[in-house]
């Protein structure tokens, strides 16, 4: 079995109530698993990083958005390691001149920045792939990482959350577990972790972007690959999953008023979410816990702290309102 590089540090359960919910509320606190390499894209990137130091790459390739915190999260382990590190990432219109939040950080670390349209995005795994024979023509060795750190490798990360957190969802008899679904890989390895250690609890995906049939297919691909590289004894497909849409608002990235307002709510409690991510899913969560009259339930951060800082008008709007 492929060890990860650990970087991480295992992360604190802790409680904040109801929130005017129906369901004492925990959270596991996966923001605080470090600084610069942080969140649910460090858990996942341990994993394959640790596949690019094995296989002898001298060059990490990945995708996200203008203010991808996996991005970000790449060029800290590229700098770590000693790997060159190429992002593509997604932008509309014209790059700003002055650089904030998560690009700020990758363009500090010198990462390579390829800036790519919204239709070439959608075709990002052929563009990286491209891209790294470009690079093999030039002697390099490239290791392409795919959205999100989103594939059999990567959800061995949160395997392993589950794992930090099977004995404390038995014992405080946790009816559902919440988690951002925005690539799939983070859902898909606390599927894969609750299959394989017969954990009984909901686990409820909130879509950030995209559809549940797209969904659906991308989790239950990763899934199989893993158990077939890894040979699980378990079996996975969609019937496993619940995932749950209606907060994605706008689009991916862009946040709306009624997460704002969750987001400045759930601030009082010492707790700071993302607009992208951690927003709406707490956002969607307190909906479905109300629907579904959870009494426990436990709430998964998976970090995004430093996008806080793109949203600086939206966020001050809401302060002073």
Same mark, same amino acid.
């Given at each position: ?7 991480? #540090?295992?992360?604190? =359960? ?12 925990? #959270? ?32 990490? =390739?990945?995708?996200? *958005? ?10 800290v ?31 500090l670390l ?23 024979k470009k ?18 490798? *990567?959800?061995l ?16 008899k ?7 679904v ?8 606390l ?5 394989l ?29 893993? #158990?077939? $590289? ?16 209606g907060?994605i608002?706008?689009?991916? *990235? ?5 997460e ?9 409690? *010492? ?8 927003g $709406? ?18 709430? #998964? ?21």
């Amino acid at each position: 079995m492929l060890k990860p590089m650990k970087l991480t #540090i295992p992360t604190l =359960i802790g409680e904040i109530g109801k929130l005017g919910s129906t369901a004492n509320i925990f #959270i596991k606190r996966d923001d605080l698993n470090g600084l610069l390499i942080s969140g649910n894209k460090a858990r996942k990137l341990e994993y394959l990083v640790a596949d690019a130091k094995r296989k002898r790459c001298d060059t990490l =390739i990945t995708c996200g *958005g203008v203010q991808s915190n996996h991005c970000r999260i790449t060029a800290v382990f590229a700098k770590q390691y000693g790997f060159d590190c190429h992002l593509m990432l997604r932008i509309y219109g014209k790059p700003k001149k002055i650089y904030t939040a998560n690009l700020l950080i990758s363009k500090l670390l010198n990462a390579t920045i390829h800036y790519i349209t919204p239709s070439q995005y959608d075709n990002r795994n052929e563009v990286m792939k491209q891209h790294a024979k470009k690079l093999q023509k030039k002697g390099r060795k490239p290791y392409v990482i795919p959205e999100g750190g989103s594939n059999e490798i *990567g959800i061995l990360g949160y395997r392993d959350c589950m794992m930090e957190m099977a004995g404390f969802i038995k014992r405080k008899k946790i009816e559902a577990v919440y988690c951002a679904v925005g690539s799939g890989g983070t859902y898909a390895g606390l599927l894969l972790g609750k299959k394989l250690l017969n954990v009984h609890t909901d686990l409820n995906g909130i879509l950030v972007s995209n559809s549940v049939q797209y969904f659906q297919e991308i989790i239950n691909t990763i899934c199989n690959k893993a #158990i077939k $590289k890894f040979r699980f004894p378990i079996s996975i497909d969609t019937s496993c999953m619940n995932l749950i849409d209606g907060f994605i608002g706008p689009g991916y *990235g862009i946040p709306y008023p009624a997460e704002l307002k969750t987001i400045k709510r759930v601030a009082q409690s *010492g707790i700071i979410l993302d607009p992208v991510y951690t927003g $709406k899913t707490f956002h969607g969560m307190l909906d479905d816990v109300k629907k579904k009259k959870y009494k426990k339930v436990l709430f #998964i951060h998976t970090g995004g702290i430093f996008s806080i800082f793109a949203y600086a008008k939206e966020l001050t709007n809401t302060i002073n309102t």
